[in-house]
Structure formats: C-alpha cells, structure tokens
C-alpha cells in the first residue's frame, strides 16, 4: 500500500471565461463549419465557467511551428511543474532531498532529456532519484501515476514518490484544424500542473490500496494525437463516452476484486471530468447522482478538462473539501487513450 501525503497544484496566468472562448471560436471557425451556430452551442453545454492557459488570447489566431510551439512548452511547462511541486511540498513537510522517486506525466509536448531533468536541476532534487516520465496516456496518465506510485513504495515502505503531472493543451491548437473535433477541444481543454508526495501506508491522509488498468481492445483511434507539421492534432470521437460505459464495470471491479468492498458502499468518488458526457455515463453506470460527483464537477467548471492532471485537481478538491469519515472507501479513476482505464481503490485514514 501506499499514503497519498499532499498535492499541490498550479495554474497558468491566462483566465479565459467561456463565453470569451465562444466567441474568439465563432470567429476563427466562421465559413468554416456549415451551421456553425448549432456546433457553438458546445461551449454553452461543456459544463465549463473558465479555463486557464499558458498564452495569451490571440497567440490562438496565428500560426506557429512545431519549434516554436515546443519551445514554450519546455520553458512554461517547467515553470509550472516547479510552481506545483512547491505548494505540494510546503503542506507535506518533506524536503527536496527525500524524495526517492520521480515519476513524471505529460503528453502535450516533447522533451529528451525528458523535462523532469530541468525540474530536478532547478529544485536541486537528489542526482540519485529514480525517474520515470511518462508520455501517451492522456487523460489517464494522473491517474496511472498514482499506481506506479503505489507500486513503487510496495517494496520499499520507507521511500518517498514524487509524482508530477503538467499539461499545456493550449499549445497543441491547430488554428488551420477546423474540424468539429478542433471545436469541441476549444470549447473544453486548459492548462495545469499538479504534484503528489506519496509514502508508505500509514503516513498520509488517504491510503491507496489497489490500483487495476484495463485496455479495451481495438479503440486506439478514438482518442489521441495525429503529429503533424506543425504539431499536435487533436483526435477525440464522440464514441468516448460510449467506450468508457462499456470499460467501468470490469475497470472498477477489477479494482475492488478481493478488498470486501461493494461499488455501493464507495464513499468518495474521485473521477477524471472529462466532460459532461462522460460525467453523465459515470452516474448511468455506477447509479451515482450529479452530487456523488461533486469534486468533478467544480473542477471541471473552474478549470476545464486539463488531460492528465485534472484527476489530480479533483483528489486534491476530494482531500480539502469532502465530508469522510476515519475508513471510508473511494474510487479514483480516469481514462484515457488506448482506449485504457486506471482505477484505483483508496481509504480515507
């Protein structure tokens, strides 16, 4: 087992609201989609008040290379991750030099070294800490941090995981994309970093007691990237939520096989908002209420749908405002390309 200790989360300086973001849309896409107005309504039906990104509004209207673009991410996307880490660190009460391991999430920009490296430079991380950053999972990959965390500290109790999630969507807009599936990104991703110090069990607030992952078979195009000249475009088919209702039942019983617990008897439900599709194929399968998802919702609200981190966002929200009692139960999961599942069982302390 493992002990989620803290997070710590970051965002960008950039606030848009939604009706702003609905507007620069309807003038980019304008005499580029036929009956634009009925695909706008989207960005009223998103379930999103406001998102934050790393550029300014109108760096959306230009065009820009895959150098330029990447460039940006190195040096925010860093900048960021540090800004998270230290609010993590300053609440969990471990220093720099104890952190054993760094596992490291992102897939909206490219790094080799991978950009955990300028992280350990610039905080001055031990030179002996064990990286491994991940890349390719998406909206998944916070959620399958925490297990890789978990797995990690099974055979070294006394170890202390740092894991780091950062996503910069906004710099993967494709302003010559106009398909629907460019418009319905508009209308929902933002940018985000979170962190997360996790021990053995025992030594944080929430225990993780069993992760499980699952990969639906021949779904790897409904969601991802397509690299093209000039970066990276966005894949998103509107089967997703149909996927995810298919996967939830075997994904959470996976989970909870062998722990004596029932899905009725979850307490805290911590899953990834990926939008209000998939929030609504939450409820129909686990037979949960809008409320029984209120972290998910108030985050997707204030801050969109971040890929990787906003699972992370939600846990934190989970931790800081949720009503638990000592040994309740709860689920956290997220989905993401593949098509994959990552659930994890945890235990309020």
């Known amino acids: 087992?493992?002990?989620?200790?803290?997070?710590?989360?970051?965002?960008?300086?950039?606030?848009?609201?939604?009706?702003?973001?609905?507007?620069?849309?309807g003038e980019h896409f304008a005499g580029r989609i036929a009956d634009l107005g009925r695909y706008l309504a989207v960005f009223d039906n998103a379930l999103v008040d406001q998102r934050y990104f790393t550029v300014e509004p109108e760096w959306f209207g230009a065009p820009h290379s895959l150098e330029d673009k990447n460039g940006l991410y190195l040096d925010r996307a860093t900048e960021l991750s540090i800004a998270a880490i230290e609010n993590c660190l300053e609440s969990s009460g471990v220093g720099v030099g104890e952190i054993d391991h760094f596992v490291f999430v992102?897939?909206?920009?490219?790094?080799?070294?991978?950009?955990?490296?300028?992280?350990?430079?610039?905080?001055?991380?031990?030179?002996?800490v064990r990286r491994l950053p991940l890349f390719g999972l998406g909206c998944a990959g916070g959620a399958a941090g925490?297990?890789?965390?978990?797995?990690?500290?099974?055979?070294?109790?006394?170890?202390?995981?740092?894991?780091?999630?950062?996503?910069?969507?906004?710099?993967?807009?494709?302003?010559?994309?106009?398909?629907?599936?460019?418009?319905?990104?508009?209308?929902?991703?933002?940018?985000?970093?979170?962190?997360?110090?996790?021990?053995?069990?025992?030594?944080?607030?929430?225990?993780?007691?069993?992760?499980?992952?699952?990969?639906?078979?021949?779904?790897?195009?409904?969601?991802?990237?397509?690299f093209v000249d000039t970066g990276f475009r966005v894949v998103?088919?509107?089967?997703?939520?149909?996927?995810?209702?298919?996967?939830?039942?075997?994904?959470?019983?996976?989970?909870?096989?062998?722990?004596?617990v029932a899905a009725a008897d979850v307490a805290s439900l911590v899953f990834h908002p990926g939008g209000k599709r998939i929030l609504e194929a939450y409820e129909r399968v686990l037979g949960r209420t809008r409320q029984d998802f209120r972290a998910s919702y108030d985050v997707l609200s204030r801050y969109g749908n971040m890929s990787s981190v906003t699972i992370l966002f939600v846990l934190d929200d989970e931790m800081r405002n949720g009503r638990r009692r000592s040994g309740d139960h709860g689920l956290l999961a997220a989905f993401g390309p593949g098509f994959s599942a990552e659930v994890s069982l945890l235990r309020w302390a």
């Open 106 to 128: 992102s897939s909206s920009g490219i790094a080799t070294p991978s950009l955990d490296v300028a992280v350990i430079n610039a905080l001055g991380l031990s030179p002996a």
């Open 236 to 260: 998103f088919s509107r089967r997703v939520p149909e996927a995810i209702a298919e996967m939830m039942p075997e994904a959470v019983g996976r989970a909870l096989d062998g722990s004596g």
């Open 1 to 25: 087992m493992a002990s989620i200790v803290s997070v710590g989360t970051a965002v960008p300086p950039y606030l848009m609201r939604q009706d702003e973001a609905k507007r620069l849309a």
């Open 146 to 226: 925490v297990a890789l965390a978990r797995s990690l500290l099974a055979g070294a109790s006394d170890a202390t995981v740092l894991l780091v999630a950062v996503e910069l969507n906004s710099l993967t807009f494709q302003p010559d994309d106009f398909s629907t599936s460019n418009l319905v990104a508009a209308s929902l991703f933002g940018d985000g970093a979170a962190a997360v110090v996790l021990r053995g069990a025992g030594r944080g607030p929430v225990d993780v007691l069993k992760s499980a992952t699952l990969l639906s078979p021949r779904t790897d195009r409904l969601m991802g990237w397509q």
